[in-house]
């Protein structure tokens, strides 16, 4: 674990997921290096419909490895505004890239003030 | 047709699977289904919707792909190979527990296809599989062929209701005299469970329903017309459906006190893993 990488610049959630604020006030999420080292090699990602809304804690989208299918929880509450396409061809950008290029999908929050973890809550959290 | 096998490491269903093709003269390419992700990886994307996974979101392997069809499990693909679809309502899906294999039902099976029924488990007994054979009550002939050759580890016995319910949950009618034959046999099995099952099934408008706790006293006194034995050893397990929410057990006591109606030693079972 010591080798995972948890970047300051945004929020995290118990779900194993992150939420980075964008400069137009969206936010983008994704998953963590913590969830994709225990899901393995990603082989498909089952995305949601643009449009559609989640609250936070929610599942919005299935992750499937060889060995495990996972739910992705949501962060925070908010309309899914777009989803990473590139998802589609190259789930493995999970795994190589999870704060960068394997993003998951673009959100406009209801309330930026709900409740999540900064990198270092989220670190203990993995300790605990 | 080429066929393509997904396969993993130290797999006897794998290799119960590889050997089976290899003595039937056919060629076939083997891929790691979790190291060999150039090859798997664009094949599960293109059929991941027909693929299943068991309740641990566990990936059932082998899986077969002639390039016509995708079958999934050694009971699934076994079957297919032998009797093309005649077996498919033998085989469920047959579970990844080590060593086991579940699922697979000797009363569905269809008039003519014994042999290849007979032969399908001899492979998986001969593979190392302990196999854990589900009945229904009909076909006891079969059943008993079964446990002559020493093909079944275990036993389960499901009463799926009463007779005049047997078409519509099982597919097909049974008669008192394969029922009692049944319970015999299910009696001198070495590791045999009697059990009600209160499974989910569509009735005549095709709604998904299950057996009442009344249905399931009257499966009882159905039994109890084929052995005349109250004092019979028999379990009342419920079984999962989608679309139905799963029965707790202290749903079941109005089941287990119908059943006791007749069937005096009656308890309730929970579901086993495998």
């Known amino acids: 674990m010591a080798d995972l990488t948890y970047p300051s610049d945004r929020r995290y959630h118990a779900g194993h997921l992150w939420a980075k604020k964008n400069p137009d006030g969206t936010w983008l999420v994704g998953i963590t290096d913590f969830a994709q080292q225990q899901l393995g090699e990603v082989i498909f990602v089952d995305l949601p419909e643009v449009g559609a809304h989640f609250d936070q804690g929610k599942s919005c989208a299935d992750i499937e490895s060889a060995k495990v299918v996972s739910e992705a929880i949501i962060p925070l509450s908010g309309m899914i505004l777009k989803v990473n396409e590139a998802l589609v061809n190259t789930p493995e950008l999970l795994n190589s890239d999870p704060y960068g290029e394997g993003w998951l999908l673009r959100l406009a929050a209801d309330d930026a003030s709900e409740t999540t973890l900064d990198a270092e809550a989220y670190k203990a959290l993995l300790q605990e | ?274």
């Open chain 2, 1 to 274: 047709m080429p066929i393509t096998l997904y396969t993993g490491k130290n797999c006897a269903r794998c290799v119960i699977l590889k050997e089976y093709l290899a003595s039937r003269g056919q060629s076939f390419a083997a891929y790691d289904f979790q190291d060999d992700k150039d090859q798997f990886n664009p094949f599960y994307r293109a059929h991941r919707a027909a693929l299943h996974r068991d309740d641990e979101n566990r990936l059932e392997i082998p899986i077969y792909d002639d390039g016509v069809v995708v079958k999934q499990g050694i009971g699934e693909v076994l079957a297919y190979l032998l009797a093309g679809d005649a077996l498919a309502s033998c085989v469920g899906t047959t579970g990844v527990l080590h060593g086991w294999i579940s699922n697979l039902n000797v009363s569905a099976c269809p008039a003519g296809e014994e042999e290849h029924f007979l032969t399908m488990l001899r492979l998986l007994t001969k593979g190392g599989l302990q196999v854990i054979l589900d009945a229904d009550g009909r076909r006891p002939e079969l059943l008993e062929q079964v446990l002559k050759e020493g093909l079944a580890a275990r036993l389960m016995l499901n009463i799926l209701g009463p007779a005049e319910l047997y078409p519509a949950i099982a597919g097909g009618p049974l008669v008192p005299g394969d029922l009692k034959k049944s319970i015999a046999l299910a009696r001198s099995a070495k590791d045999g469970v009697i059990r009600i099952l209160v499974a989910p099934y569509r009735n005549s408008a095709g709604e998904l329903e299950r057996l009442t706790p009344v249905q399931a006293g009257a499966a009882a006194e159905f039994v109890f017309e084929a052995c005349a034995d109250r004092m019979l050893p028999v379990f009342i397990e419920a079984a999962s459906g989608e679309g139905l929410p799963d029965l707790r057990e202290q749903d079941l006591l109005p089941y287990r006190s119908k059943v006791r109606n007749t069937l005096v030693k009656a308890e309730i079972r929970k579901p086993e893993t495998h």
